[in-house]
């Protein structure tokens, strides 16, 4: 747990917040999205070759699965990216008070 003492350290931790976990969860999440393209690409091929109806109806669950698993992954980074601005606006506000001289 962080331990917020004053306002400079206030600061700091919003900051590192948002400079530190956005990045590192952007860079994953989009990642994991480009895995999950690429996965329904294949898939697509797959079924499209697959002589079986067994073969298709298993892929084609895949690529729905996979292709909810963008959707999702993709409101995750929006809900992220709100947190973050959540978290700059929050360091500004902060920023702000120590230029009014309001709080030490």
């Known amino acids: 747990m962080t331990n917020i003492e004053n306002l400079d ?6 900051i590192d917040v948002l400079s530190g976990y956005q990045r ?25 070759q697959a002589q079986r109806n067994e073969v298709k109806s298993t892929l084609t669950k ?3 699965d996979s292709t909810d ?25 902060l920023e702000e008070l120590t230029k009014a001289k309001l709080i030490a």
Not at 77 to 84: Q, T, V, Y
């Open 69 to 93: 698993r963008i959707e999702v992954l993709g409101s995750t980074r929006e809900n992220f990216r709100k947190i973050a601005a959540d978290e700059k606006r929050h360091g500004k506000m």
């Open 24 to 48: 590192v969860i952007e860079e994953n999440i989009s990642y994991w999205i480009a895995v999950e393209e690429d996965i329904v690409e294949s898939y697509m091929r797959m079924a499209n």
């Open 9 to 14: 350290q206030a600061i700091k931790v919003e």
């Open 62 to 64: 895949l690529i729905e």
